[in-house]
């Protein structure tokens, strides 16, 4: 199957004059060139223009793009790269989409549109960790789902996330033991609270790694100084983690 030159051109959204100028440099050369003088492009040569027209849009200059075809010799990679590209950009839009729509809302409700809430991911800054913990199906499910939020549900859900906060940093702060009933009743609500994000092995019911999750989190929050002044010192992280610890090891 073979398609002339202005069929391309026009499927591509290019110009023929474009596809003319990609022969003369050799990055695109047409499949065969009929006893009239007319270009006509087959299958391979199509794929090849998507490729090309990926590389121009991701700003590489055409030499460039002359050199990283011809490097390429195997097809099945080169298309593998490319879909990877292309899921890359669809992430980056759907960020940038993400962050006009929230700003959108903030507008709408007299919020400040530049307010920390509304730009970050729910745990962006911890990727490489949560990945390496749980997997990378835990970071999207999670992340998707926080994405999903307007801003309204983001602030009220930071809004209960603070109360737990405020909680535990008062039960420290009472003398209380991580033993007690009043620990273990925020361990619970902690565990409860991990349950409502999608992705992780407690919303799952993955008994074996909850257990591992809850733990792995209360030492996170030692581990990690950010976590000392949310819990308000380190011994209040502390606190904190030794009651998961003891929440997991009698009541998972």
């Known amino acids: 199957m073979e398609w002339t030159i202005q069929q391309v051109a026009r499927k591509a959204g290019v110009t023929t004059r474009t596809l003319r100028h990609y022969d003369d440099i050799g990055l695109l050369p047409p499949s065969r060139t009929g006893h009239n003088g007319y270009r006509y492009y087959d299958a391979d040569a199509v794929a090849r223009l998507q490729r090309i027209l990926l590389l ?3 700003g590489l200059a055409l030499p460039v793009i002359v050199d990283v075809l011809d ?5 099945e990679g080169a298309l593998g790269e490319h879909i990877g590209l292309l899921e890359a950009e669809r992430d980056r839009l759907d960020r940038r989409i993400q962050a006009a729509r929230h700003t959108l809302d903030a507008r709408r409700s007299g919020s400040d549109p530049s307010m920390k809430v509304m730009l970050e991911g729910f745990n962006d800054s911890y990727r490489d960790e949560v990945v390496g913990r749980w997997g990378e199906h835990a970071f999207r ?8 939020k307007n801003l309204q549900q983001r602030i009220a859900w930071k809004r209960d996330t603070d109360a737990l906060v405020t909680a535990w940093t008062a039960a420290w702060k009472d003398g209380v033991s991580p033993e007690s009933e009043r620990a273990q009743a925020l361990a619970a609500r ?8 999608p992705g992780t092995p407690v919303a799952e019911g993955d008994h074996e790694r909850s257990v591992q999750l809850v733990c792995g989190l209360g030492d996170m929050y030692v581990e990690d100084p950010c976590f000392a002044t949310t819990y308000g010192s380190p011994e209040g992280a502390a606190f904190v983690r ?8 009698v009541s998972m």
């Open 242 to 249: 030794d009651a998961l610890h003891e929440y997991a090891r």
């Open 190 to 197: 902690h565990v409860e609270w991990l349950g409502g994000i």
């Open 56 to 58: 121009r849009d991701l």
């Open 141 to 148: 499910q999670s992340n998707d789902w926080w994405h999903g």
């Open 71 to 75: 490097r390429e010799r195997d097809e």
